[in-house]
Every structure is written in structure tokens, then in C-alpha cells.
């Protein structure tokens, strides 16, 4: 099965908190979002293994984007 945890605002990627092969656990933040000078974190749903990290930080993002890929 493959998860994708995707943005829930638009904003600029501030920070990736997680790699390709991190183990991440369902409610762990995986990557912090910046807009109108607030910090997001958005955190995973799922618990699984990051397979692919779509975003890099210093990108823009739309509500709905996949920013990380998990499997299990």
C-alpha cells in the first residue's frame, strides 16, 4: 500500500523533517509549512516508510499537493 500525505493549506515549504527510508509514525510532524508568517506543521496519517519526498524546502505548495509518499 502507498500513503501520500499531502498539503492541507498553500504556503512555502520551511522545512522537511524527514528521508527516503525514515520510519514515520502516524501523527509525527514530516514537514513544516510557512504561511502568512505562521509555521504549519503537517503531520503523517499514516505509519509506514518514506519512499519519495515530493517537495524541497523553499517550495511552493497548493492545498492538495503530495508532499511525501510512504509505504509500508
Given at each position: 500500500?502507498?500513503?501520500?500525505?499531502?498539503?492541507?493549506?498553500?504556503?512555502?515549504?520551511?522545512?522537511?523533517?524527514?528521508?527516503?527510508?525514515?520510519?514515520?509514525?502516524?501523527?509525527?510532524?514530516?514537514?513544516?509549512?510557512?504561511?502568512?508568517?505562521?509555521?504549519?506543521?503537517?503531520?503523517?496519517?499514516?505509519?509506514?516508510?518514506?519512499?519519495?519526498?515530493?517537495?524541497e524546502e523553499g517550495s511552493f505548495v497548493s492545498d492538495g499537493d503530495v508532499l511525501v509518499e510512504l509505504?509500508?
Amino acid at each position: 500500500m502507498m500513503a501520500k500525505i499531502q498539503s492541507s493549506m498553500t504556503g512555502t515549504v520551511w522545512k522537511v523533517l524527514v528521508r527516503p527510508g525514515d520510519q514515520v509514525e502516524a501523527g509525527q510532524e514530516v514537514v513544516i509549512l510557512e504561511s502568512m508568517k505562521m509555521e504549519i506543521p503537517i503531520q503523517s496519517d499514516y505509519t509506514g516508510v518514506v519512499k519519495d519526498v515530493k517537495v524541497e524546502e523553499g517550495s511552493f505548495v497548493s492545498d492538495g499537493d503530495v508532499l511525501v509518499e510512504l509505504a509500508d
